[in-house]
């Protein structure tokens, strides 16, 4: 079963390559953090923050894309982790069915906290048994 | 009429907050640079240089979504300049239709040269004879 989860925290350093999320249980402790890049964690930060833009931003693009070809974003759901890298889907409506596309965790909740209203993260339960269980 | 230019040039300095990249008319020695972002330089050199990655990359992911949507990218159109900034048009094929998405030509580039085969760069005339007259 896919776990709601939220963006809880996001510690950018400019020193390192590598960025921190961290995601939280929305009906419970579990947390756990994601490591992505510089360019993602910028822009996931600017949306929790609220900061407009007057050209559409590389995420903005893509809700843009979506809604032009007719298609409608449901959710993302991080659904694996193999050698130390998570995966994520990210699940759009078009024509009454749902399609999912593969992509980066760091695509998936840019684009989570891009749309209005945000969408909902989920984790699924073996890839949060199995981060908590390291 | 829009001219059909190719990306000639890319040139990125991790000093700078903005880069530069250049356009070269394909049928002409007309030429000029468009400054955009670092994380958007970044990933056109990577495509132009043939790097790959394990993961799809944002500009990847919207070529992705494309497809799953059943759309299909047809061009890329640069095709205003206001107050020193440049606009851009993606062009899109879906139902037998063209369908136009606001962009930056930042990212219309990265988008341009994601796909295989490359999709033509077109600037409008109107916007070169203004950007050659400065």
């Known amino acids: 079963m896919p776990v709601p989860m939220e963006l809880s925290r996001i510690i950018i350093s400019e020193i390192n390559d590598k960025q921190i999320i961290y995601l939280k249980e929305i009906d419970g402790e579990r947390t756990f953090p994601i490591l992505i890049g510089l360019f993602e964690a910028t822009m996931i930060h600017r ?12 995420h903005d693009l893509i809700c843009q894309i979506v809604e032009s070809l007719g ?62 269980g390291e």
């Open 71 to 132: 298609g409608e974003f449901h959710d993302v759901v991080i659904n694996d982790l193999k050698d130390h890298t998570y995966y994520a889907k990210l699940r759009v409506r078009a024509d009454g069915e749902i399609i999912e596309i593969d992509s980066r965790p760091s695509d998936a909740i840019a684009i989570s906290v891009t749309c209005e209203p945000h969408l909902p993260i989920y984790v699924e339960e073996d890839v949060l048994n199995e981060v908590m």
């Open 47 to 58: 949306r929790v923050k609220g900061f407009s833009s007057p050209r559409p931003l590389t």
